[in-house]
């Protein structure tokens, strides 16, 4: 993070510092309670396995883990700061793939990109576009993972 900071932020003098711009960074990430209550309970009901696939750096990755307990209920991350690749490279769902050892017909990837969700679509890897929660619920739902009350 700091190499980044150097080169993208401090490449010039700023009125703040780098703990400020940090602090700053980290209070930007909001969790999604309804998102993480609707999967941790498809997960548990359904017994599936869950993972992460991101382009976010080491040390973001690390807060937000930590941060929203992610690691109660997400199996693995794969994120570029530990496998050196980049959405929408194809290579980042073919890891995916190897590590939860499933096959892409038994995956479903949501995103909030579309270009990583065709990108997805072309491993053959089914892909929901996440615009809100209803909407990725509903989608969810087409799939038969219905969350029981």
Do not use: W
Request: aromatic letters at 14%; one cysteine or more.
């Amino acid at each position: 993070l700091d190499e980044y900071l150097k080169r993208v932020v401090f490449y010039q003098e700023r009125s703040f510092s780098r703990d400020e711009f940090r602090k700053f960074m980290y209070a930007q990430s909001k969790p999604y309670p309804e998102m993480i209550k609707l999967i941790r309970g498809l997960k548990t009901q359904y017994g599936l396995r869950i993972a992460a696939v991101s382009n976010e750096g080491r040390e973001l990755t690390t807060y937000r883990v930590q941060q929203f307990e992610l690691g109660t209920f997400v199996d693995f991350f794969v994120s570029s700061c530990f496998v050196h690749y980049r959405k929408p490279d194809e290579d980042m769902y073919r890891i995916a793939l190897d590590i939860s050892q499933a096959q892409s017909k038994q995956v479903i990837y949501i995103d909030d990109r579309g270009m990583f969700v065709e990108v997805a679509r072309e491993v053959g890897i089914t892909g929901i576009i996440h615009t809100g929660y209803e909407a990725t619920r509903k989608s969810l739902e087409g799939f038969g993972l219905t969350l029981s009350n």
